[in-house]
């Protein structure tokens, strides 16, 4: 077992855990983060995206350990004080999904865009989001979502990732 400690969307937390343990397990399974979701085994869905220090990664890939002493966001602590963040909204008013599955880890895809990059045009965001798969809405919807994050509230989008609605 290894000792880490990982902030998740707000939260401290002190654990041991199989050194071989993945971030998407450790999330779903040992915190209840069932929001970041597993859809493939070959690291190509991006369903099990979350923030990791603020960039977007495929927790799917990262060890648990790998997170030790920083701080992880899930879809789950996006929102603030009940409020939807920004690309939350977008993708609510845009009708950005279907049944779902994809968009937490699209949203955060997105969130990790727009801080990098506020105003993305539509070609870098096709290049922004294109490690994450959607298998219904198709892309148009989600394209839109992230524009109008980008125009509705830029600097929100870019910098309301500290997690948590404490
Ligand atoms: S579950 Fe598909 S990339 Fe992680
Ligand atoms: S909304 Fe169903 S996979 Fe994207």
Do not use: W
Not at 4 to 21: A, C, I, Q, S
Not at 35 to 56: E, F, I, Q, Y
Not at 62 to 74: M, R
């Amino acid at each position: 077992m290894t000792r880490f400690t990982v902030t998740v969307d707000g939260v401290d937390y002190d654990d041991d855990v199989e050194p071989r343990l993945l971030l998407v397990h450790y999330l779903r399974e040992r915190l209840g983060k069932v929001g970041t979701v597993v859809g493939c085994d070959t690291s190509n869905c991006g369903a099990c995206t979350v923030l990791m220090d603020g960039k977007s990664v495929k927790s799917c890939t990262v060890l648990a350990v790998q997170s030790d002493g920083g701080e992880v966001t899930t879809i789950e602590g996006l929102s603030t004080d009940g409020e939807l963040h920004p690309v939350q909204q977008a993708f609510h008013e845009a009708h950005a999904l279907q049944c779902g599955f994809c968009t937490p880890g699209m949203i955060l895809a997105a969130v990790d865009l727009l801080s990098e990059n506020p105003d993305p045009s539509v070609e870098e965001i096709k290049e922004g989001i294109e490690g994450n798969l959607c298998r219904c809405t198709g892309y148009q919807n989600i394209i839109k979502a992230v524009r109008a994050a980008a125009a509705s509230a830029p600097a929100a989008a870019a910098t309301s990732t500290a997690g948590g609605s404490s």
